[in-house]
């Protein structure tokens, strides 16, 4: 304590001098110009680095427990138990490794440790397991619940261990645990914010544990998230698996597709996820962009509401499906960038099946089976669609090759949300509906009685359906999985439940001055992987 009082009274002395002008001895000095100060130099602000995403629709909710509907924001917000690499292969996620018995009953998930939660929370095995029973909780109705419907239960075996068990060999299991419906969600922040708390949950809470955290969402113009900077255990298929180089992401929804073009023109957004036909080549041709094209695990077809007159006829869906000119549409509508659909599953898919008679253009023969059926004259039904511009032109091409065997139609069109309550509410007739999905488990999805009356908006409730899809789903291998839907394909297309159309191409296009590192994912159009995506200034 003396010697600070010491150094503080001669600090007072040589400031005091200073101020009088004299040195220390007392002689009065020339006071000397002030030497301009050298500013220290300043680093520049870092610029905020923000990608912009456009999509064409979203979905009203983003509480994947309860909706039917996700878009890619899930696989960035959330992680999964188990991931898909580039080329589609199970790598770990969540769980570091798994182990499966013998009888195909019993899988062993070794979760990672270290993981937590946006809300701080650890992921552990207990908050998978929550998950897992959240989704096969009655109350909360959820439509995923088909995906754990062989899962009798699970168990805590320690913090990092869990046991799932099985009613059934269930060798598919991996699928479901990947898929954009399984992000593993905070059990604390769902309990607050979900249907038993303030019900925010999926609208202005969303809490998972991926590269991103959900920040706002306003409805019909953009969803914002912005960086997890402790996000450091990105799956081992990615360059970068600490926090990503993105600060934030904002996705703005513009039902729109020439208004997506030229926002990505100006430079306003700098994805699109899906580029309408139209404007390939003119984006193609543009040297501020990229464009990506690729096969696409998808299928875009004409659905009938099979338990209303006349659909209720296989004759008139027979009919329905051989009034169709699918490679006149392929090339009008689409031009050349899809494949005419011969069947009900994407040809990139092991499962698929082919039937080319069945989906031939006959409109004589059309015309028979209408007769055959009790209409002659053919009838009159609504067409509805969502109003994306392909699916719109799709109609009226659809439209007019129907009036030739005289099924008069009258369009309706929907945006997005409009079009999921249509279905949802049972008005529809004729429709228009385009899926992307990786999985031959969709036919599950839309076609199982179980999943009447939505995501089952074809309204098909059918015992042998039910039968073939458990037979599938249950079978002892992959191998054997396979098979069973083949099996199931070749009735399906006996019943015409469906009219395959077109199978789409996946083209996006990237503005390439301002992105480095986009690579585009082969399975569904939302899903992105931005781990190793940067933005140049």
Same mark, same amino acid.
């Given at each position: ?274 580029? *309408? ?63 005419? #659909?011969?069947?009900?599953? *994407?040809?990139?898919? *092991? ?86 999905? #990786? ?15 939505? *995501? ?39 019943? #015409? ?14 503005? #390439? ?25």
């Amino acid at each position: 304590m003396q010697k600070r009082a010491t150094v503080f009274l001669g600090c007072l002395l040589v400031l005091s001098l200073l101020a009088t002008g004299c040195a220390p001895g007392g002689k009065e000095t020339e006071k000397p110009a002030p030497t301009p100060a050298t500013p220290t130099p300043q680093a520049p602000p870092q610029q905020e680095k923000v990608l912009v995403i456009a999509q064409s629709r979203e979905g009203d909710n983003l509480d994947h427990i309860k909706t039917s509907w996700t878009t890619g924001i899930h696989f960035l917000v959330f992680d999964t138990v188990v991931t898909t690499d580039w080329d589609l292969k199970y790598k770990p996620g969540i769980a570091e490794s798994w182990e499966v018995s013998k009888d195909g009953r019993v899988w062993t998930f070794k979760i990672r440790k270290g993981m937590t939660f946006h809300d701080g929370t650890p992921v552990n095995a207990a908050a998978v397991k929550w998950f897992f029973d959240a989704v096969l909780n009655p109350s909360y109705n959820s439509p995923s619940a088909v995906d754990y419907e062989y899962m009798r239960n699970s168990r805590v075996v320690d913090e990092y261990t869990l046991e799932v068990t099985l009613s059934d060999s269930f060798p598919n299991f991996l699928s479901p645990l990947a898929s954009s419906y399984a992000g593993i969600i905070s059990r604390e922040s769902y309990q607050k914010y979900g249907p038993e708390g303030t019900k925010e949950y999926g609208t202005a809470k969303v809490v998972g544990s991926g590269p991103f955290k959900f920040v706002e969402w306003i409805p019909n113009d953009r969803m914002v998230l912005a960086k997890n900077p402790d996000y450091n255990w990105g799956p081992d298929w990615v360059s970068n698996r600490g926090p990503v180089k993105i600060d934030k992401v904002v996705w703005r929804t513009i039902p729109d597709s020439s208004t997506q073009v030229a926002e990505l023109e100006s430079g306003n957004v700098h994805v699109l996820l899906e580029v *309408p036909i139209e404007s390939v080549e003119r984006l193609s041709n543009n040297p501020k962009v990229q464009v990506f094209k690729g096969p696409h695990f998808g299928l875009g077809y004409l659905a009938f509401a099979t338990d209303k007159k006349p659909f209720t006829d296989v004759r008139v869906r027979k009919a329905l499906n051989l009034a169709l000119n699918r490679e006149e549409i392929v090339h009008g509508v689409f031009r050349d960038l899809a494949l005419p #659909a011969y069947g009900y599953l *994407p040809p990139l898919m *092991p499962e698929y099946v082919e039937d080319k008679a069945a989906h031939t253009y006959d409109i004589e023969q059309a015309k028979k089976l209408l007769a055959e059926a009790g209409y002659p004259t053919g009838f009159k039904a609504t067409l509805a669609t969502q109003n994306k511009a392909e699916h719109v032109r799709l109609a009226e091409v659809i439209k007019a090759q129907l009036d030739k065997v005289g099924v008069k139609t009258e369009i309706q069109v929907f945006d997005s949300a409009g079009y999921a309550s249509f279905l949802k509410e049972g008005k529809q007739e004729l429709f228009v509906r385009e899926y992307s999905y #990786a999985d031959a488990n969709i036919l599950q999805w839309f076609l199982e009685s179980g999943q009447f009356p939505y *995501p089952n908006h074809s309204r098909w409730k059918d015992q042998a359906t039910d039968r073939l899809i458990k037979e599938a789903e249950t079978a002892a291998s992959l191998e054997g999985r396979t098979q069973k839907y083949k099996e199931l394909q070749r009735y399906l297309i006996d019943q #015409a439940v469906w009219a395959p159309v077109w199978v789409p191409m996946k083209i996006q296009a990237v503005r #390439a001055d301002k992105v480095k590192g986009w690579r585009m994912y082969p399975q569904t159009i939302y899903k992105v992987v931005l781990n190793d995506v940067d933005l140049v200034p």
